[in-house]
């Protein structure tokens, strides 16, 4: 996955930002910030070069849960929200969201279209392809990657409206309102804002 950015994304291009800030949702929800990860999060920047960003607030709010807790808390918080045996507390899968169970239609939906895009699942992870890590890890190669045919607009409006924009509220929601979550209750608080920027963006398309 990608390399965590060092500034707050409103710092940056605007389309290095959206890329950047897609790779820091899928590192976070793949794994807690540990090591020299968690100490370039805790030293990043936070103000924006204009106040009153958008993702100013929820970003600041990130960062400051980041350097609130300890590595080892973190990890915790982790494995309390989404591992252990069983159902976790918080799901991150597509399918759970829209149909209430896993391993549903909209996993074989989304494999389709990754098999369009010509994308394949790394034999090294664990999760299925409608975890969030993976998702939002798909939305950063299609905005980054360098293969024009499939690193669009177009193609990121379909995927982002398809396979993320109809669930992924769903998950802030289940994570903001959870007594377990801190740090991860701000990270939804930052993807939310940033979710509602990128369908405004996509809206301007249509």
Request: charged fraction near 20%; charge should be negative.
């Given at each position: 996955?990608?390399d965590?950015?060092?500034?707050?994304?409103?710092t940056?291009?605007?389309?290095?930002?959206?890329?950047?800030?897609y790779?820091?949702l899928?590192?976070?929800?793949?794994?807690?910030?540990?090591g020299?990860?968690?100490?370039?999060?805790?030293?990043?920047?936070?103000?924006?070069p204009?106040?009153?960003?958008?993702?100013?607030?929820?970003?600041?709010?990130?960062?400051?849960?980041?350097?609130?807790?300890?590595?080892?808390?973190?990890?915790?918080?982790?494995?309390?929200?989404?591992?252990?045996?069983?159902?976790?507390?918080?799901?991150?899968?597509?399918?759970?969201?829209?149909?209430?169970?896993?391993n549903?239609?909209?996993?074989?939906?989304?494999r389709?279209?990754?098999?369009?895009?010509?994308?394949?699942?790394?034999?090294?992870?664990s999760?299925?392809?409608?975890?969030?890590?993976?998702?939002c890890?798909?939305?950063?190669?299609?905005?980054a990657?360098?293969?024009v045919?499939v690193?669009?607009?177009?193609?990121?409006?379909?995927?982002?409206?398809?396979?993320?924009?109809?669930?992924?509220h769903?998950?802030?929601?289940a994570?903001?309102g959870?007594?377990?979550?801190?740090?991860?209750?701000?990270?939804?608080?930052?993807?939310r804002a940033?979710?509602?920027v990128?369908?405004?963006?996509?809206?301007?398309?249509?």
């Amino acid at each position: 996955m990608s390399d965590l950015p060092l500034h707050t994304p409103s710092t940056l291009d605007e389309e290095v930002a959206r890329a950047e800030l897609y790779g820091l949702l899928a590192q976070l929800f793949y794994a807690p910030p540990a090591g020299e990860w968690l100490d370039q999060l805790r030293v990043a920047a936070t103000e924006a070069p204009a106040a009153g960003g958008f993702l100013q607030e929820p970003w600041q709010q990130l960062v400051g849960a980041a350097r609130e807790a300890t590595e080892a808390e973190l990890a915790a918080e982790f494995d309390a929200l989404f591992g252990g045996v069983g159902k976790p507390e918080v799901a991150l899968y597509a399918s759970h969201y829209l149909t209430g169970f896993l391993n549903e239609k909209p996993l074989a939906a989304l494999r389709g279209t990754l098999a369009e895009l010509g994308l394949t699942r790394d034999e090294g992870m664990s999760e299925t392809e409608d975890h969030i890590a993976y998702v939002c890890e798909v939305m950063r190669y299609l905005i980054a990657g360098e293969d024009v045919s499939v690193a669009n607009l177009t193609q990121q409006q379909a995927f982002f409206t398809q396979h993320l924009q109809p669930w992924v509220h769903g998950l802030c929601d289940a994570l903001e309102g959870h007594p377990l979550a801190r740090f991860y209750a701000r990270l939804a608080g930052l993807m939310r804002a940033f979710m509602s920027v990128e369908a405004q963006g996509f809206d301007m398309l249509t």
